[in-house]
Structure formats: C-alpha cells, structure tokens
C-alpha cells in the first residue's frame, strides 16, 4: 500500500518557525532507517528569512521539504466557520490534508510544530491502525483520560457515548484514502458550523465526534505533553505554553533547546509574555479578515 516514503504535513506560520526548526531538527536526528521523508509545510506567511533558516537548519538527504501556501491548502469552495478562539485560522488546515497531498499518498502523519522527535519516525509510521481513518493519542494528563463526557460538552445532544474515549488532534496518522472515502473533511467542517457553541477546540471537537469509534489509539509515549512525566516519551508535546516563552515552566526543556541549538536559531532567548499576548490578538484578526473578506 505504501511506499518507501514517509509521508508527514505540518502547518506554521512565522511566529512559530523557530519552533518548526527544531522539530524538524529532532526528526531528522532520530531518523535512522532509509525512507526518505517527504514533509509538506503549509507555510502561513512565513518570511523568506525563518524559511532559509529551516532549510539550512538540516543536513540530511533524507528529509525533502515540500512548501504550500495556505491560501493552496484550503480549498476556494469552502466556507470556514468563525469560531471565537485564540487559535490560529492554520489549525483548520488539518482538515483538508487529504485534499492537497498527492492522491498518490495514501498514508501521511499530521504533527504540530510543538513537537520534539526523540525516537525514529519510523517506528511511528510503521504502526498498524488497522482500518481506522486515523491512529492518534488519548488526550490524558497523568491518571486521567479524557473521554467524550468530559471533551465533548454536549454529547448528550449528539448521541455519542460519554464513555468513549477523546483523542488529541495534534497528532494524526492519517488514512487519507479512507478519510476522503467517509468525507471526514465535510462532515467536521459541518460539525463545527452546527454547534459553533461548543467547538472552541474547533477541528479536535469535531474529529472527536466524527470519528467516534473509528480511530485507533496509539501508545502515549507518541504524544507525551509537556506537563506529564514518563520514563522514554517518543514524542514530546508541548501543548500549552512553548519553551520560547521566559515564563515556561513545564518538563522537557532541555530536549527542546538542545535541538534547538543546533539550527540557525541557536542561541535563542526566550520571549516576554507581552509578545504572546499580541500574537492571540493578532491571530482573532487574521481569521477575522480572511473569513469575512
């Protein structure tokens, strides 16, 4: 079914650059088998001077960068629903995977750029999840699991099962042939639109319901968040606040910077708080403009 590719997409825009750099630093440190990975960057503005930083951040052959504009990724016909959040408008992009990939890709991994990599990505993408559309990792910090009752607030309403399981969607290894098949991307769209509400985690709340019982759960260790301890994470998620930031007080720091320091951001000093704060005014803006333009 697959070739000897790995097949991975992450979207970003500048702000974050620093933090794709290093991620991507991580996979190909760890990255000792011979696929070829092919990674596609859905690049929301980031400048020419983050993007040559990236590229000459990487030393390997093995790792082909593949840019697409963000404006390419989501398609024209499509209308995106305005949810109130902080959250970029770039998170919804994960929706469409299927559609801007080759349809010759029938198997890619969505990650997000706050990531590090410290096993071979290899092992990640050689995991049966069977015919699930998508494999992906419970939303569980230390003994509690998320589960449907407590992710999804009015699940009562949907028909769902309190009882299942909640994955986290910053992780995905995507079935995308099976994922157009079902028209997952359509029916989340629609979701969100339909309970605007209670979809503040927009694409996660509505893969949560869309794909009840149809993902397969991986091991923790392939999405281990920052505030959780554990003896050899494979993935660390760093999922709230980003080391970037002075105040940054989780675990995993120090996996961060080390493969930070050896890109073109070496160096780096953290950021004052105020900068963030800017850049959650700054992303309600861009969503604001692009969706009522």
């Given at each position: 079914m697959y070739n000897n590719k790995i097949s991975i997409v992450l979207v970003c825009d500048?702000?974050?650059a620093i933090l794709l750099a290093a991620?991507?630093?991580s996979i190909e440190l760890n990255h000792k088998t011979e696929e070829i990975i092919d990674a596609y960057i859905v690049d929301d503005k980031i400048s020419?001077?983050?993007?040559?930083k990236i590229i000459e951040s990487?030393?390997?052959d093995k790792i082909n960068l593949i840019w697409i504009k963000l404006t390419e990724a989501i398609p024209a016909d499509v209308t995106l629903p305005f949810i109130n959040n902080a959250y970029p408008l770039n998170i919804l992009v994960r929706l469409f995977i299927p559609s801007f990939i080759p349809k010759s890709v029938e198997k890619v991994i969505y990650f997000d750029v706050d990531m590090i990599m410290l096993d071979d990505i290899s092992n990640l993408w050689n995991i049966d999840i069977g015919d699930a559309i998508i494999g992906a990792v419970s939303d569980t910090i230390g003994p509690n699991t998320k589960t449907i009752g407590n992710g999804i607030e009015n699940y009562i309403e949907l028909g769902l099962d309190g009882d299942e399981k909640y994955f986290n969607s910053g992780l995905q290894v995507i079935n995308a042939k099976l994922w157009t098949e079902n028209d997952i991307t359509r029916k989340s769209i629609d979701v969100i639109a339909n309970n605007k509400k209670y979809a503040s985690l927009s694409d996660q709340y509505a893969l949560n319901i869309v794909l009840t019982k149809r993902w397969y759960e991986?091991?923790?260790k392939w999405s281990c968040f920052s505030v959780t301890d554990m003896d050899k994470p494979s993935?660390?998620?760093y999922f709230h606040r980003k080391p970037i930031f002075k105040e940054y007080s989780y675990k995993y720091k120090d996996e961060f910077f080390f493969y930070l320091n050896l890109t073109k951001w070496k160096g780096f000093r953290p950021i004052g708080k105020t900068t963030r704060y800017f850049k959650k005014i700054k992303n309600v803006v861009q969503k604001i403009k692009?969706?009522?333009k």
């Amino acid at each position: 079914m697959y070739n000897n590719k790995i097949s991975i997409v992450l979207v970003c825009d500048d702000y974050y650059a620093i933090l794709l750099a290093a991620f991507l630093k991580s996979i190909e440190l760890n990255h000792k088998t011979e696929e070829i990975i092919d990674a596609y960057i859905v690049d929301d503005k980031i400048s020419s001077k983050s993007k040559r930083k990236i590229i000459e951040s990487l030393k390997s052959d093995k790792i082909n960068l593949i840019w697409i504009k963000l404006t390419e990724a989501i398609p024209a016909d499509v209308t995106l629903p305005f949810i109130n959040n902080a959250y970029p408008l770039n998170i919804l992009v994960r929706l469409f995977i299927p559609s801007f990939i080759p349809k010759s890709v029938e198997k890619v991994i969505y990650f997000d750029v706050d990531m590090i990599m410290l096993d071979d990505i290899s092992n990640l993408w050689n995991i049966d999840i069977g015919d699930a559309i998508i494999g992906a990792v419970s939303d569980t910090i230390g003994p509690n699991t998320k589960t449907i009752g407590n992710g999804i607030e009015n699940y009562i309403e949907l028909g769902l099962d309190g009882d299942e399981k909640y994955f986290n969607s910053g992780l995905q290894v995507i079935n995308a042939k099976l994922w157009t098949e079902n028209d997952i991307t359509r029916k989340s769209i629609d979701v969100i639109a339909n309970n605007k509400k209670y979809a503040s985690l927009s694409d996660q709340y509505a893969l949560n319901i869309v794909l009840t019982k149809r993902w397969y759960e991986l091991n923790p260790k392939w999405s281990c968040f920052s505030v959780t301890d554990m003896d050899k994470p494979s993935l660390i998620h760093y999922f709230h606040r980003k080391p970037i930031f002075k105040e940054y007080s989780y675990k995993y720091k120090d996996e961060f910077f080390f493969y930070l320091n050896l890109t073109k951001w070496k160096g780096f000093r953290p950021i004052g708080k105020t900068t963030r704060y800017f850049k959650k005014i700054k992303n309600v803006v861009q969503k604001i403009k692009f969706l009522f333009k």
